[in-house]
């Protein structure tokens, strides 16, 4: 029996598709830079006999706990600005086996040499971890936001609470948006898992913006477009820092008390 896409999927590809091409023209998904998971488990109803004829791929390194969900994710070397035009290429749902000895491949996939992300299993990992937050946040989006980045290139900036402290005082969104700030993972070989489990315990203390030192930043959302957003706000800081400092002079930015009475006066979003 062949998997059929409900009216939810069909709407969750083309979100991951929209952001896609929103992070290729900020100029944040350079080739195929970037990766995204989104739980889907709950709008998923999988039959036995789905099970059965679906391709099999054997994985040993997918977290057990995640076993039986279902994950829309993209592919391996697949670029964002791809998905688009081709979304069953470059996008795939699967569901980790029973046994955890790999993965039941649902839909998409429909190229040549495809298989998810190569980040999977640090995918998974995280959305472990942020199904133990109670699960309204489905989406991991990883990609290369260009002026966060540059900011853990400066010294000024390398350290977590100079960060946040300079992204909050740019615009008031950022704190409105980002209450708790970003996470700072200091530098880990690209793909290690080193860098999954900094990021998971990142997450785990509460942050929905994470960002790679010298690398890349991801978040996390209900859905592609809050995760995007997120990142979008705190990338919109970082520019207007660096613009300030493009002038010779370090920037005023808004004053602790000021970004404190933002926090106090909107303390649903903080």
């Known amino acids: 029996m062949t998997f059929q896409l409900n009216p939810f999927l069909k709407k969750s590809i083309q979100s991951v598709a929209d952001v896609g091409q929103m992070l290729f023209r900020k100029g944040w998904a350079e080739k195929n830079a970037g990766n995204l998971s989104w739980d889907v488990t709950d709008t998923v109803k999988v039959k036995t006999n789905q099970?059965?004829?679906?391709?099999f791929h054997k994985?040993?390194?997918?977290?057990?706990?995640?076993?039986?969900?279902?994950?829309?994710?993209?592919?391996?070397?697949?670029?964002?600005?791809?998905?688009?035009?081709?979304?069953?290429?470059?996008?795939?749902?699967?569901?980790?086996?029973e046994k955890g000895n790999g993965y039941h491949l649902l839909w998409g996939g429909q190229r040549p040499g495809f298989g998810p992300t190569s980040e999977l299993s640090s995918h998974l990992r995280m959305q472990s971890s942020l199904l133990k937050r109670g699960g309204k946040l489905k989406v991991v989006l990883h990609t290369h936001p260009n002026e966060l980045i540059v900011l853990t290139h400066l010294p000024e900036t390398n350290n977590q609470e100079a960060l946040n402290w300079a992204l909050w005082g740019m615009i008031p969104e950022a704190k409105l948006f980002v209450p708790k700030g970003v996470g700072l993972v200091p530098y880990r070989l690209t793909g290690s898992d080193e860098l999954a489990g900094a990021t998971v315990e990142v997450l785990e203390k509460g942050y929905?913006?994470?960002?790679?030192?010298?690398?890349?930043?991801?978040?996390?959302?209900a859905d592609p477009d809050e995760a995007f957003d997120l990142?979008?706000?705190?990338?919109?800081?970082?520019?207007?820092?660096?613009?300030?400092?493009?002038?010779g002079r370090n920037p005023q930015g808004l004053t602790r008390e000021q970004v404190e009475e933002i926090a106090r006066t909107y303390p649903e979003k903080s």
């Open 231 to 247: 990142l979008d706000a705190m990338n919109k800081s970082a520019t207007m820092y660096l613009l300030c400092k493009q002038t």
């Open 51 to 55: 099970l059965k004829t679906s391709a």
């Open 208 to 221: 929905k913006v994470v960002l790679w030192e010298k690398h890349g930043a991801l978040a996390v959302g």
């Open 59 to 97: 994985n040993s390194h997918l977290p057990k706990e995640m076993a039986g969900r279902c994950f829309l994710v993209t592919g391996t070397g697949t670029r964002y600005r791809d998905i688009e035009k081709d979304p069953a290429g470059c996008l795939c749902i699967l569901r980790p086996s």
